[in-house]
C-alpha cells in the first residue's frame, strides 16, 4: 500500500524545520518502538546531514523487550546517533532524556542549549514534551496530526526544546511500512481502509506471533491463512450479519483495536534485517518505476515529434 498523505501544515513544517535547523544543536527523533523502520522520517535523515541526534523509542512498554534492544544496539552503530526506549509507565525514564541529549553535545557545556524534537503524527511526542517541562504545554490526542504550529518551550538546565509539527513524507513507497503507519494510527482514518489494514494485521501476526492469536480470542486451532484469521475473530466476537457470514470490517477494525492498545501483548512489527531487506526491495522497484516513467515520457515525445513532421510534411505539401 502505498500511502500519498501530505497536508499543507505538514509541508509548511518541513520548511519551518529547514529553516531554523542552522541554530539547532541536537535533534531528538521520537519513534514508535514497535514500528522502528517506519516511523523514521527519511526527509529528517536528508535535512539533519551529521548533527546530533537522540532517537527516543516511545510505548516501549508496547514493544517485545528484545526487539527494543536489537534496535537500539542498531542505531547507536551510526556516528552521532544514540537511541534511548521510553514509556510513560516510567516516566523518568523521558525526563532523563533531556540530559542524555545534553551529552551529545560537549561543546554546549555550561552554556545554552537549543534542541528541536520531531517525530511522525501520533507517535506521542507531545506526551514526551509536556513530561519534559513538567507541565501541560503541547496539545495531546489519539488522532494524527494533533500539533499544528512550531512552538519553543523551556525545559530547565539552560535548554529550550523547539516543538514542530508531526511530519509525514509525501509518499511511503515502503508497501508494508505504508501498512504497519496505518495499523498503528499515525495515518488518518480517511486515508485507510481497514478490512486492507486488518488483513495486513493478521499476516503480520501469523508471522511473528502467531500462538497470540489463538490466546487472545479462544480459538481452538491457529487459521491458516489472514482471511481464516479475520473470520475467525468476528465468529468470535459475534461480528455476523445476513446469512451468517462475518462482517469482514468489524472484525478487522476488533484486529487492528486489540494490537494498537496491547491487547495482543507486547509486539514489534519489524526488525533491523526486516528493514534492511525492505529497503533493498524498495530501492529496486523505485528505480524500476523511475526507468517505466522515463520510457512513458520517451513514448510521449516520439508522438509529439511524429506529429510535428507530419504537420511539417503536409504544409510543404499543400504549400
Known amino acids: 500500500m502505498t500511502i500519498q498523505w501530505f497536508p499543507g501544515h505538514m509541508h509548511k513544517a518541513r520548511l519551518e524545520i529547514q529553516a531554523v535547523l542552522p541554530k539547532v544543536h541536537v535533534i531528538i527523533e521520537v519513534l514508535d518502538a514497535r514500528i522502528p523502520y517506519s516511523s523514521e522520517n527519511p526527509l529528517l535523515a536528508e535535512m539533519r546531514g551529521e548533527k546530533p541526534c537522540l532517537k527516543v523509542l516511545a510505548k516501549s512498554d508496547l514493544a517485545d523487550e528484545a526487539a527494543t534492544t536489537r534496535w537500539q544496539e542498531f542505531f547507536e552503530t551510526t556516528a552521532n546517533v544514540r537511541a534511548r526506549p521510553v514509556t510513560t509507565e516510567e516516566v523518568p525514564t523521558i525526563r532523563r532524556l533531556k540530559y542524555a541529549a545534553a551529552k551529545m553535545t560537549p561543546e554546549r557545556e555550561g552554556k545554552t542549549m537549543t534542541a528541536m524534537i520531531v517525530g511522525i503524527p501520533n507517535v506521542g511526542k507531545s506526551t514526551i514534551i509536556n513530561f519534559l517541562a513538567g507541565r501541560k504545554i503541547a496539545k495531546t490526542g489519539n488522532t494524527p496530526a494533533v500539533t499544528k504550529q512550531q512552538q519553543s518551550v523551556i525545559i530547565g538546565d539552560g535548554i529550550t526544546l523547539l516543538d514542530t509539527p508531526g511530519m509525514m513524507w509525501p509518499n511511503v513507497h515502503n508497501a508494508n511500512s505504508g501498512y504497519r503507519l496505518a495499523l498503528l ?31 487472545r480470542f479462544r480459538l481452538a486451532e491457529l487459521p491458516e491463512t489472514e482471511l481464516q484469521v479475520i473470520e475467525a475473530i468476528g465468529r468470535a466476537r459475534g461480528c455476523l450479519g445476513k446469512g451468517n457470514l462475518v462482517d469482514i470490517d468489524r472484525a478487522s477494525r476488533i484486529l487492528v483495536t486489540e494490537l494498537r492498545s496491547g491487547g495482543l501483548g507486547r509486539l514489534t512489527l519489524e526488525t533491523p534485517a526486516m528493514m534492511q ?40 505539401m499543400n504549400g
Open 185 to 215: 494510527g499515525s495515518i488518518k482514518e480517511t486515508a485507510m481502509d481497514y478490512a486492507e489494514i486488518g488483513f495486513f494485521a493478521a499476516r503480520a501476526m501469523l508471522q511473528l506471533y502467531p500462538e497470540r492469536i489463538t490466546e
Open 277 to 316: 531487506r525492505e529497503k533493498a526491495r524498495t530501492a529496486i522497484e523505485i528505480a524500476e518505476k523511475a526507468d517505466k516513467d522515463k520510457q512513458k515520457d520517451e513514448k510521449r515525445k516520439k508522438r509529439f515529434r511524429d506529429k510535428q513532421r507530419a504537420k511539417r510534411k503536409s504544409r510543404e
